[in-house]
């Protein structure tokens, strides 16, 4: 059974969150099909896998790992978790280089629980990549496809201490050994870092050789000097310190079971006969 949460991002005459009922949208389309309309364009998420949430935002991915984008409700905390596959609809917009749905009501959460796609492994130089269109811009001379939205795995050391970065958001950099400097300067005297930007409150000591697990995208940093502008900067964005790790582990032990029994799918006239999987923790 489908629940409902509440997002307030918009509001009536007597100030209350307008909800949306409890169905999914039936304009949806595909993820990738989205980050082709232009911003402004009214889009339907139907039945997408929750796979990050930090506070007002959230990240939605295609369960076969072909796209993926974020939604956000400023202000009003989204009261969803990574494993939800939700269905939602919204105004198309960018944010800081990254294609964004804004939350027009509630979000409907069909199932909850769901292995999460298994992440992408990727070399730092293809994390984000180029621009997909005219739309949906990436990095300028990242080669690869654009990834923004994708949840991925590297490999490497880590090569900063924790810092706050220009957003209040903690963060450090971590390097799989291609050597990405994005202008980024720490440490005394000031030097350019070295690696990707990885968002977490848990970092594994510098020189340590962990595995990464998170969604790409994109933040921009402040300029040099006043006459330069904010630049891009690719980053891993962790949903949990599980999702930083030594190689041979893949965080808390999963087991899998197996049932068997009648189920009635959505929208189905009748009972038909299935196989489900599940887990347990």
């Not at 769901?114 to 005219?134: H, R, S, Y």
């Not at 990436?138 to 923004?148: A, E, F, L, Q, S």
């Not at 594994?204 to 904010?230: M, Y």
Request: hydrophobic share 35%; proline share 9%; charged share 20%.
């Amino acid at each position: 059974m489908s629940r409902v949460t509440s997002i307030a991002s918009e509001q009536d005459e007597e100030n209350k969150p307008r909800v949306l009922p409890t169905r999914p949208p039936t304009n949806s389309t595909s993820i990738g099909a989205i980050k082709f309309l232009p911003d402004g364009a009214e889009v339907s998420i139907s039945q997408k896998i929750v796979t990050y949430v930090q506070e007002d935002k959230l990240y939605v991915q295609e369960m076969d790992r072909s796209s993926a984008i974020r939604a956000a409700s400023p202000g009003f905390p989204i009261m969803v978790s990574p494993g939800d596959v939700v269905s939602f609809s919204g105004t198309l917009r960018t944010v800081d280089m990254e294609r964004e749905i804004l939350f027009d009501g509630s979000i409907v959460v069909h199932i909850s629980d769901v292995p999460l796609p298994d992440a992408l492994g990727m070399n730092e130089k293809f994390i984000v990549g180029g621009p997909l269109n005219a739309f949906t811009p990436g990095i300028p001379d990242c080669p690869g496809i654009n990834t923004v939205g994708l949840r991925a795995q590297i490999w490497g050391r880590a090569t900063s201490e924790l810092f706050v970065d220009e957003t209040g958001d903690w963060c450090f950099y971590f390097d799989d050994g291609s050597n990405i400097q994005d202008g980024t300067l720490r440490g005394y005297p000031s030097q350019k870092t070295k690696g990707v930007r990885v968002y977490s409150y848990m970092p594994p000591t510098v020189g340590d050789f962990k595995i990464v697990r998170g969604v790409c995208g994109i933040t921009l940093r402040q300029p040099v000097s006043p006459e330069t502008e904010r630049q891009p900067v690719r980053v891993i964005r962790t949903g949990s310190h599980y999702d930083i790790f030594d190689p041979g582990t893949v965080g808390p032990p999963i087991e899998t079971d197996q049932i068997t029994g009648t189920v009635r799918l959505v929208g189905a006239v009748n009972p038909q006969k299935a196989r489900v999987y599940s887990t347990k923790t």
